[in-house]
């Protein structure tokens, strides 16, 4: 049976920590990563009903998107509900697992959901990251270059978008002098050589560096093997927050309010005065004011996130719709993703649940 790491490596290769904001906590919460997965519960949050529901259902993992353990705990004594929450798991042994904002941050996340329920098209990243990547560059005797990049691509070197297996290769000339006591690929010890070779390059995600040397020391057929890594300012056009695309057709803004209402299922939409026609529309699962002059730069028509404050209206600035569907409702539907990516990795071989427990604290009178 796959174990609590599995799970954790299979959700952690589609969504890496690494690409997590700096003040988030994803990851195992609790729970013996080699403990055997009986059942798995999804859920947005946390709580003490949704482990009751996980206990119920003989599920010994709850993997949820907002992280039980968010802020630091100095002490465990059930004073309050996340220590309770906690607590419940713990005696119950029930795993907590948590992918937050470095879900919210890839291209097929939180964001990317939203987009499909809103039927946008020709989604991108509203505001990419900088400073994810690498250029990993080696020299290979062109017998083994394309063994080497194998071995690359991999481990996850490589990929630029929707292409894989990129790399770029120049021919040149090596000269060395082996040292006494070496086994060289070429040459002889103490005598100097020289011969072809290629020099490769190649892409790479800063926190795939040690996965991607130690495949290139495996693959390359040097005693010593010769590489530079350059770190890159580029965008990362795969990682970043919140999205933009466009409706098939333009709509008023009313139809478009009406949209929202009809596609999240929410009763109320809070927004500024806006009469122009709504074509691009920009998106951010949870709380998204810290987009709201991305969305403008981006030529969006309509911003939709959630959690906005009184003077975050006016920053609208009468340039576009503005709207606030609620934090739980912009994210409700993240359960889905969790649940295509573990079925897609673990199949059937344990159940595999969507919580019923409802976690939005917010209530509406309408």
Do not use: W
Request: charged share 20%; net charge negative.
């Amino acid at each position: 049976m796959p174990t609590v790491q599995d799970l954790a490596r299979a959700l952690e290769a589609a969504a890496p920590l690494a690409y997590q904001e700096s003040y988030d906590n994803a990851g195992l919460q609790c729970g013996n990563p080699q403990q055997e997965i009986t059942g798995v519960l999804i859920a947005l949050d946390c709580t003490p009903a949704v482990v009751d529901e996980a206990i119920r259902r003989g599920c010994n993992v709850v993997v949820a998107h907002h992280p039980l353990i968010f802020k630091p705990l100095k002490r465990l004594t059930g004073a309050n509900e996340v220590e309770q929450t906690l607590l419940k798991a713990i005696r119950h042994d029930v795993a907590l697992y948590a992918a937050h904002t470095n879900l919210d941050n890839v291209r097929h996340g939180v964001n990317r959901k939203l987009a499909d329920k809103l039927g946008l098209q020709n989604v991108r990243i509203l505001e990419p990251k900088t400073g994810l990547l690498a250029k990993l560059v080696t020299y290979v005797p062109a017998t083994h270059t394309e063994a080497v990049l194998a071995a690359l691509y991999a481990a996850g070197a490589g990929q630029i978008g929707d292409y894989s297996a990129c790399s770029f290769r120049t021919d040149g000339t090596f000269t060395f002098t082996p040292g006494l006591g070496t086994n060289p690929f070429e040459g002889k010890p103490g005598q100097p050589h020289t011969g072809p070779e290629q020099r490769v390059e190649v892409l790479l995600p800063l926190h795939l560096q040690r996965a991607a040397l130690q495949a290139l020391r495996q693959a390359h057929p040097y005693e010593e093997v010769a590489y530079e890594i350059i770190q890159l300012e580029n965008e990362n056009q795969e990682v970043g927050s919140g999205m933009v695309g466009e409706l098939p057709e333009a709509l008023s803004a009313a139809e478009f309010r009406q949209r929202l209402k009809d596609a999240l299922g929410v009763p109320v939409v809070k927004h500024t005065d806006f009469s122009q026609p709504i074509k691009k529309v920009a998106i951010c699962g949870g709380a998204g004011s810290f987009l709201i002059g991305k969305a403008r730069a981006a030529g969006a028509d309509a911003y939709v996130t959630g959690d906005l404050k009184y003077h975050e209206y006016f920053l609208a600035e009468g340039q576009l719709l503005l709207c606030d569907v609620g934090h739980f409702e912009s994210e409700q539907f993240t359960g889905e993703i969790f649940r295509d990516l573990l079925t897609a990795k673990f199949g059937s071989t344990f159940a595999l649940f969507i919580a019923e427990t409802y976690t939005n604290p917010v209530r509406y009178d309408c």
